[in-house]
């Protein structure tokens, strides 16, 4: 798979260029065209796709959609949901990556979603978190609430970072979960009240907007609209 990236850094459009009878897993939903003869499946059924399923949204059923390409090859359009910049993270097998589960757009059967990985669990207990892993080789389409920051962290370089901020992070990369302040509410689920602590060496690819933020702020505006 390749993909080529277009209407960048505010309203990202990515173009998969897939080779004869190559299959790549997409965020349902997201389809702006494909070329004639594209075979789209969005069940997911048993096997890998459960798990990813579970590892990437924390529930059952559909989760992805599937698109293979016909004999001649071909290309599919995705863009994301929220406004923003594009960013096409090359996996090299060897290093994971934790992403936000809402920043994953695309990515060929080359790269897995680890449904093994204890995240947040570990930390916290219970289920779900706002965060998954990634493991594998290829291009993997992230997509950003707003424009993208690419944080370079040298071995012992610290930052904290607001979750609702951060968009994925290297393996290589050290990393601590807290209360943001000793007073109000935490969610494992959300990362509201929370901060990350990052230790290098690696990278942390950060988003300069929050979902959380804009979809407070479009519940606020439809509120007054209805008043």
């Given at each position: 798979m390749q993909v080529r990236t277009r209407h960048t850094p505010y309203f990202?459009?990515?173009?998969?260029?897939?080779?004869?009878?190559?299959?790549?897993?997409?965020?349902p939903g997201r389809m702006v065209a494909t070329s004639y003869g594209m075979a789209i499946d969005a069940r997911a059924q048993g096997g890998f796709l459960k798990s990813l399923t579970r590892a990437a949204l924390g529930t059952e059923g559909p989760a992805v959609a599937l698109y293979t390409a016909p004999a001649q090859g071909g290309w599919v359009d995705l863009a994301p949901s929220l406004p923003g910049d594009l960013h096409v993270l090359e996996l090299d097998g060897k290093t994971g990556w934790c992403l936000s589960r809402t920043a994953w757009l695309a990515a060929p059967a080359t790269v897995q979603f680890d449904p093994e990985w204890p995240g947040l669990q570990a930390l916290f207990?219970?289920?779900?978190?706002?965060?998954?892993?990634?493991?594998?080789?290829?291009?993997?389409v992230l997509a950003a609430c707003g424009a993208l920051d690419v944080v370079t962290l040298?071995?012992?370089?610290?930052?904290?970072?607001?979750?609702?901020?951060?968009?994925?992070?290297?393996?290589?990369?050290?990393?601590?979960?807290?209360?943001?302040?000793?007073?109000?509410?935490?969610?494992?689920?959300?990362?509201?009240?929370?901060?990350?602590?990052?230790?290098?060496?690696?990278?942390?690819?950060?988003?300069?907007?929050?979902?959380?933020?804009?979809?407070?702020?479009?519940?606020?505006?439809?509120?007054?609209?209805?008043?």
């Open positions: 990202g459009v990515a173009r998969l260029l897939l080779a004869p009878g190559e299959v790549v897993l997409a965020e207990g219970g289920e779900g978190g706002f965060l998954t892993h990634v493991l594998g080789q290829g291009p993997l040298k071995a012992g370089e610290l930052v904290t970072m607001d979750p609702g901020h951060v968009l994925a992070y290297a393996d290589t990369v050290q990393v601590r979960l807290r209360a943001a302040t000793h007073n109000g509410s935490q969610s494992i689920r959300t990362g509201e009240g929370l901060v990350f602590d990052f230790a290098g060496p690696g990278e942390v690819l950060a988003q300069s907007r929050d979902p959380r933020g804009l979809a407070s702020w479009l519940r606020a505006a439809a509120t007054v609209s209805r008043g």
